[in-house]
């Protein structure tokens, strides 16, 4: 983030006030997203850096999983065939040390602290908080370099925005420096009153036994397969 925007984000701090649950926009639109199970989703997911990849994710296809292309080329057979056995293996493992399903889903409400909840900027169209993530998974030092920053639709009452990024290099394991890490998830209406994402994109850049590795993946493209969940 460079000092203007450093600069923008600290002056609003003055002038916004803290907010807590007498916020009725920032309740009503939080009330108003629902939880986004993966399962029920299909999309395309990019990957760049060491490997640049094209998969797409289908719920109700036999391979969930496809590999569209590898490094810009299509797959060759054999390629494919181990591809699919690293997904296979993936999903043991995943559901070993997660089988509850409740792990597929995304709850922008449950990774926000409201207490830290604080307004930054109110527009006509917009009103937008900072806050302090909760991400699951997250160890001590991931945790404490996270900031967190939302935008609202005030016309559609929905968060329009969901994003998170560090504020400092932390070390998530021994030898691994993560220096910047952003993740972006972009809502839109989908139908009347059901919001769901449009693109997530999470990008990260860490030294890893002293070798220095930029990832980036993007999530697009989704189409709805399964049944809209209220809850």
């Not at 009452?157 to 998530?172: A, G, H, K, Y």
């Not at 009347?192 to 993007?218: H, N, T, W």
Request: hydrophobic share 40%.
């Amino acid at each position: 983030m460079n000092k203007y925007v450093c600069f923008l984000f600290s002056l609003a701090t003055l002038i916004c006030p803290s907010v807590n649950a007498s916020d009725i926009l920032l309740n009503e639109a939080l009330s108003n997203m629902g939880a986004f199970d993966a399962q029920k989703w299909a999309y395309v997911l990019r990957t760049t850096g060491d490997e640049a990849r094209v998969e797409r994710h289908d719920p109700v296809s036999e391979y969930p999983w496809t590999l569209v292309s590898l490094e810009g080329k299509r797959p060759s057979a054999r390629q494919i065939e181990r591809y699919q056995d690293e997904k296979a293996a993936e999903l043991v493992e995943f559901q070993k040390s997660s089988p509850d399903e409740e792990v597929y889903r995304l709850d922008v409400k449950q990774m926000i602290d409201l207490p830290s909840v604080t307004r930054i900027h109110d527009s006509k169209a917009h009103t937008v908080y900072e806050f302090t993530p909760i991400v699951e998974g997250a160890g001590e030092a991931m945790s404490k370099v996270l900031k967190g920053k939302l935008s609202i639709n005030k016309n559609r009452r929905f968060v329009e925005i969901f994003e998170f990024e560090n504020t400092e290099s932390f070390s998530p394991m021994i030898a691994v420096e993560v220096s910047s890490m952003h993740t972006k998830i972009v809502f839109s209406e989908i139908s009347e009153g059901v919001f769901a994402p449009y693109s997530i994109s999470s990008r990260m850049e860490a030294v890893a036994m002293k070798f220095k590795k930029i990832r980036q993946l993007d999530q697009t493209n989704f189409e709805y397969l399964g049944l809209l969940d209220s809850d």
